[in-house]
């Protein structure tokens, strides 16, 4: 139902982060929107269905991605797996913890690609 329904909308919506990613077997380009949080250096997601989803599997086996938030696109790479101990760290206190109730106990940290790292390593 999300996939065909409530993400379409919300990715037309321009409200939510929409994370870029490419499938890992079919090499289609999928968008999904996503509770996303800026960390240092980087980003942080709320797996909310947790790791076994297909974008976090797509992420995770092509090692990069791209956010669109704000109206601009980030490059992103090294996905990771990390706790709730690491991601609550790495959140601001300001941002809300996901609720008890949802069972949340992974998230998905990424790094963000400095223009830096971008000139050095041109496109091949």
Known sequence: ???RLFNPRAIASGTWPVLIHVG????TT???PLDAHPVDGGYLF???YGSRSDWVRNVLTTGSARLRVDGS?????APR???ETEAFQALPAK???PPKLLRITEFLRM???SEDHRRQDPPN
């Open 1 to 3: 139902m999300n996939k």
């Open 24 to 27: 890992r077997t079919s090499g």
């Open 30 to 32: 999928y968008r999904t």
């Open 46 to 48: 709320v797996l909310v």
């Open 73 to 77: 696109e980030v490059e992103l790479t």
């Open 81 to 83: 797996l990390v706790g």
């Open 95 to 97: 941002v809300a913890r």
């Open 111 to 113: 790094d963000q690609v």
